[in-house]
């Protein structure tokens, strides 16, 4: 019976009720949580839903500020990309007169600005080749290309030969007759260029590319008998090859010409008026 009712004494000796605990006589509160009310449930949940749509406008519009942006810069790139190769041209008609002036001041001497000439001419002749290049491979053939890019191309050759005559290192022959050659298939080619474009031939080709290395060896400001001997060689080829490919070019426009008197437009040589441009830009290599 004793051991009963010290089991009973020791129950009631914590007793919960409403928030207040009875222990051993102490009373102490215990913290409830407050109930919630449906009408507060609601307004956190709309405040919740306010929070996520502001942050799916504000992801929206920095979404549409970054593809303006990227199409702006993809489209200012497109842009820049094309006008390379009309800035290569550019580039190359200015380095004519320094290279000109260059030589015209070493009278010959072979002092430290014939090296500078030297090498804009390579550099002017390494454009020439790219800025064709780039043009076909971007698409990026203006018109500004297509008429002065084989303008650059002859001043540079032109000029060079012009001021190494002057000097009194090479004879005027070679100037008279490549630039006669030049201004008449350049005019002839822009008699006819409204119905068909001509291509360069891979003789106009080789032209090119022997004048340059004629012109190089020939520039050159080394005490090398040999290296004068074998560009001046080179040179009288390029003549010839000028001569033999002017006087093919000659017929092919006369051709295209008498064709197109009052008759539709006629390929030659697999170009028509039609194609791109790109196929030669203006030209190069005639």
Same mark, same amino acid.
């Given at each position: 019976?004793?051991?009963?009712?010290?089991?009973?004494?020791?129950?009631?000796?914590?007793?919960?009720?409403?928030?207040?605990?009875?222990?051993?006589?102490?009373?102490?509160?215990?913290?409830?949580?407050?109930?919630?009310?449906?009408?507060?449930?609601?307004?956190?949940?709309?405040?919740?839903?306010?929070?996520?749509?502001?942050?799916?406008?504000?992801?929206?519009?920095?979404?549409?500020?970054?593809?303006?942006?990227? +199409?702006?810069?993809?489209?200012? @790139?497109?842009?820049?990309?094309?006008?390379?190769?009309?800035? !290569?041209? $550019? %580039?190359? /008609? =200015?380095?004519?007169?320094?290279?000109?002036?260059?030589?015209?001041?070493?009278?010959?001497?072979?002092?430290?600005?014939?090296?500078?000439?030297?090498?804009?001419?390579?550099?002017?002749?390494?454009?020439?080749?790219?800025?064709?290049?780039?043009?076909?491979?971007?698409?990026?053939?203006?018109?500004?290309?297509?008429?002065?890019?084989?303008?650059?191309?002859?001043?540079?050759?032109?000029?060079?030969?012009?001021?190494?005559?002057?000097?009194?290192?090479?004879?005027?022959?070679?100037?008279?007759?490549?630039?006669?050659?030049?201004?008449?298939?350049?005019?002839?080619?822009?008699?006819? +260029?409204?119905?068909?474009?001509? @291509?360069?031939?891979?003789?106009?080709?080789?032209?090119?590319? !022997?004048? $340059? %290395?004629? /012109? =190089?060896?020939?520039?050159?400001?080394?005490?090398?008998?040999?290296?004068?001997?074998?560009?001046?060689?080179?040179?009288?080829?390029?003549?010839?090859?000028?001569?033999?490919?002017?006087?093919?070019?000659?017929?092919?426009?006369?051709?295209?010409?008498?064709?197109?008197?009052?008759?539709?437009?006629?390929?030659?040589?697999?170009?028509?008026?039609?194609?791109?441009?790109?196929?030669?830009?203006?030209?190069?290599?005639?």
């Amino acid at each position: 019976m004793t051991a009963e009712l010290r089991t009973t004494s020791d129950a009631l000796s914590t007793v919960t009720a409403g928030g207040v605990t009875v222990d051993d006589g102490v009373v102490s509160a215990v913290p409830s949580t407050p109930a919630t009310s449906p009408r507060a449930t609601a307004a956190g949940i709309h405040h919740e839903a306010r929070l996520r749509w502001r942050g799916d406008v504000v992801e929206a519009m920095r979404s549409l500020f970054l593809y303006i942006v990227s +199409a702006n810069a993809a489209q200012y @790139a497109g842009a820049v990309l094309r006008d390379v190769p009309n800035l !290569l041209t $550019v %580039l190359r /008609l =200015f380095a004519v007169p320094v290279m000109v002036l260059c030589l015209v001041w070493d009278d010959g001497h072979e002092t430290s600005l014939r090296w500078i000439a030297c090498a804009v001419f390579v550099g002017a002749a390494v454009t020439d080749w790219l800025d064709g290049f780039l043009a076909r491979r971007w698409g990026a053939v203006s018109a500004f290309g297509k008429l002065a890019d084989p303008l650059a191309d002859k001043a540079l050759v032109l000029g060079a030969l012009a001021t190494l005559a002057y000097n009194g290192e090479v004879p005027w022959w070679p100037l008279i007759v490549i630039a006669v050659r030049e201004v008449a298939v350049t005019l002839g080619r822009l008699a006819v +260029a409204k119905d068909v474009v001509i @291509a360069a031939s891979l003789g106009g080709k080789a032209k090119t590319a !022997l004048q $340059v %290395l004629a /012109l =190089f060896m020939l520039m050159l400001p080394v005490d090398s008998a040999w290296v004068d001997t074998v560009g001046w060689w080179v040179l009288v080829a390029s003549v010839a090859v000028a001569v033999v490919t002017g006087v093919d070019y000659a017929w092919r426009i006369w051709r295209v010409a008498r064709a197109h008197a009052g008759q539709a437009t006629t390929p030659v040589d697999g170009t028509r008026d039609d194609e791109p441009a790109s196929a030669e830009r203006g030209g190069n290599g005639a």
